[in-house]
T-cell receptor, first 110, second 117 residues
């Protein structure tokens, strides 16, 4: 499989519910970042977790990183309709570039 | 809050024509990037630029592509002879330098949607 795979590919939940998205990668990483993209728009940086961190919080976002399993998860708590977007993980290898996953399309129904 | 800007937001061109996509990175940033996203696909790295030279490029970034920092604020991507498969959203990104806390984040512009006919 390709690097930076997210699952699920698509997720539909009710407003107020939590949304969990997972991401896997294959190489050693310096850090892993999550981005949001509203339909046809730019990429908005959400949160960055470094390779020596296991968990990080920012508002309603919680990110975990398991370097032994080469995986990360993004949890959005108490989702809102405005959270409807595509979410991408991207890891920075020991170089400079970001390698993006395929993304999870999240739809929050009000 | 400082942000990366890109112009134009949309560009339509004929196959074989040259296009220049423009970006203004965040002012104190020193690393600059171009990525592209073909409709429905992953965001792909094209090139990174630091200290007035290319620091890394992907296989996609062949001889038809070039980047330039013509002045202290702009960062451009030129596609010399566009092909149909160059149709994509092109994103510029920038970050400060180093790998200390707060410096690794790449900030993306809103993108230029390029359509090659």
């Amino acid at each position: 499989s390709q690097q930076g795979e997210e699952d699920p590919q698509a997720l539909s939940i009710q407003e107020g519910e939590n949304a969990t998205m997972n991401c896997s990668y294959k190489t050693s990483i310096n850090n892993l970042q999550w981005y949001r993209q509203n339909s046809g728009r730019g990429l908005v940086h959400l949160i960055l977790i470094r390779s020596n961190e296991r968990e990080k919080h920012s508002g309603r976002l919680r990110v975990t990183l398991d370097t032994s399993k080469k995986s990360s998860s993004l949890l959005i708590t108490a989702s809102r309709a405005a959270d409807t977007a595509s979410y991408f993980c991207a890891h920075m290898e020991y170089g400079n570039k970001l390698v993006f996953g395929a993304g999870t399309i999240l739809r929050v129904k009000s | 809050e400082p942000e990366v800007t890109q112009t134009p937001s949309h560009q339509v061109t004929q196959m074989g024509q040259e296009v220049i996509l423009r970006c203004v990175p965040i002012s104190n940033h020193l690393y600059f990037y171009w990525y592209r996203q073909i409709l429905g696909q992953k965001v792909e790295f094209l090139v990174s630029f630091y200290n007035n030279e290319i620091s890394e490029k992907s296989e996609i970034f062949d001889d038809q592509f070039s980047v330039e920092r013509p002045d202290g604020s702009n960062f451009t991507l030129k596609i010399r002879s566009t092909k149909l498969e160059d149709s994509a959203m092109y994103f510029c990104a920038s970050r400060w330098t180093g790998f200390s806390v707060g410096q690794e984040t790449q900030y993306f512009g809103p993108g230029t949607r390029l359509l090659v006919l």
